[in-house]
């Protein structure tokens, strides 16, 4: 999995490519911590996103639990239909902001 960070004054966008799964969930959750102490909104661009463990999608829960209790607007922009399905059926489609 590779992040990159695109950053404006009010805004940062991680765009993320590979999987991300028990190997790779780490990198990203310690990336959108660090991040939000920033206090920016934030975009998780997963269009280049491939395959979304259970662990992928705990890193997702918890980074719109924590930015809600931060006031922070989080974003999921670009997800594969196959993991808007994934969306859909675990009902994170209702809870989650997800762009196109």
């Known amino acids: 999995m590779t992040i990159e960070r695109q950053t404006s004054e009010k805004l940062t ?7 991300l799964d028990a190997d790779t969930h780490m990198s990203l959750q310690n990336e959108i911590v660090e991040l939000m102490n920033d206090g920016k ?17 705990r890193v997702f ?9 931060a006031g ?6 670009g997800p594969s239909d196959s993991i808007r399905e994934i969306f859909d059926l675990t009902g994170f489609s209702t809870i989650l902001n997800v762009v196109d």
């Open 13 to 19: 966008t991680l765009i993320v490519n590979g999987r």
């Open 41 to 57: 909104d934030l975009i998780l661009d997963i269009s280049g996103v491939v395959y979304v463990s259970s662990a992928g999608l």
């Open 61 to 69: 829960i918890d980074s719109h639990k924590k930015a809600q209790a």
């Open 72 to 77: 922070i607007l989080f974003s999921i922009k």
